[in-house]
């Protein structure tokens, strides 16, 4: 056979191999936000963070824009990914921290329409921790003080939210006596309403955010953290007890790691379900060389936005090994949720 015959069967070759699909030249790469925009740090900001530099680390270096697809705390963007989106690599969502463990804490209550484990992980910009958060003039003064029962009470931002559920962990859990009252938009609202003296703390406020929205009132003592609420604690906070120290029994602490999984994948990216496995590896290694970009890290200085993280692979394994747990440790996180919506 001629050279120019085999140069053409190799032309054709790599035409319909499936690593040809990885070439993004000439395409658009969407961001689908499951959150409005945001003027503060948000999911909103981490997008358009990466959306900036993430071209570049992609084959064919195609544009990168964000669009805002917000709903059911992030599920509609959620579902459209795992329902309508292109399986080319030209949809990604950005979607809440708690998404992928939903159905497992919620059971039927869940409004997500998708298997999680099949759905591609691309990886997670930040990996949160978030604090136990009272009031200078709380009835509680101390961790110790909590874990005794003592009645107080915490805002949350509706059933379903980071600060309801924390919440009610800590009250099934560890014996807790604190009265929910929910509602409130956001964190923000629920600040507002601790420092009129109207609620006495909050869970679930991301410490990345709180060290820079909140440094006045931590500064001043107005505000004191009382508890890392994650898998592991934050570099920041080496001597302050961590939930997951807190209990012995096993099958107390799969509850707690079904719930705080979400912190370790705190700022997710993911990609359709039956995306072509080396599509997904480009997505992959463009999202981690991304995390490295000095525009990115410079960027990420000027708003002191926190960057810790955690690449597809780890995601994706992380929420496989979530969904092996005892049935029994899932139905109890499911009534222990539900004792509380």
Avoid at 30 to 57: E, K, N, Q
Avoid at 66 to 91: C, F, L, R
Avoid at 111 to 130: C, H, K, L, P, Y
């Amino acid at each position: 056979m001629s050279k120019r015959i085999l140069g053409i069967a190799f032309a054709c070759f790599a035409a319909l191999s499936p690593a040809a699909a990885q070439d993004f030249k000439g395409k658009q790469v969407t961001i689908h936000v499951g959150f409005s925009p945001t003027t503060g740090i948000g999911y909103d900001t981490y997008a358009r963070a990466l959306a900036s530099v993430l071209g570049r680390h992609l084959p064919g270096a195609p544009t990168v824009i964000v669009t805002n697809k917000p709903g059911g705390g992030s599920m509609t963007a959620a579902n459209y990914i795992a329902q309508v989106a292109a399986k080319d690599g030209t949809e990604l969502g950005h979607v809440g921290r708690g998404v992928a463990m939903d159905r497992l804490v919620f059971g039927q209550k869940s409004a997500a329409r998708f298997d999680a484990t099949q759905m591609q992980w691309i990886g997670s910009m930040n990996n949160e921790v978030s604090g136990f958060f009272i009031s200078d003039v709380a009835p509680v003064k101390n961790l110790q003080e909590v874990l005794a029962g003592k009645a107080f009470v915490v805002g949350s931002a509706g059933a379903s939210s980071d600060l309801h559920i924390f919440s009610i962990i800590m009250n099934s859990v560890f014996g807790a006596n604190m009265k929910i009252i929910s509602g409130y938009p956001g964190t923000n609202e629920i600040l507002l309403s601790l420092e009129r003296g109207e609620v006495d703390g909050l869970l679930g406020y991301s410490w990345s955010a709180a060290r820079t929205g909140s440094a006045e009132m931590l500064r001043t003592g107005k505000l004191k953290n009382i508890l890392q609420l994650g898998l592991r604690k934050h570099p920041e906070l080496p001597d302050l007890p961590l939930v997951m120290d807190l209990v012995k029994g096993e099958e107390d602490r799969q509850v707690l790691e079904l719930v705080f999984a979400r912190q370790a994948m705190g700022r997710p990216f993911v990609a359709p379900p039956g995306t072509p496995p080396t599509i997904v590896a480009t997505l992959r290694t463009g999202f981690r060389n991304a995390m490295k970009d000095p525009e990115l890290i410079a960027f990420a200085k000027r708003l002191d936005l926190e960057i810790d993280f955690m690449g597809g692979e780890d995601v994706q394994a992380l929420v496989e090994r979530l969904h092996k747990f005892p049935e029994k440790v899932i139905e109890r996180t499911q009534r222990i949720t539900a004792s509380g919506m």
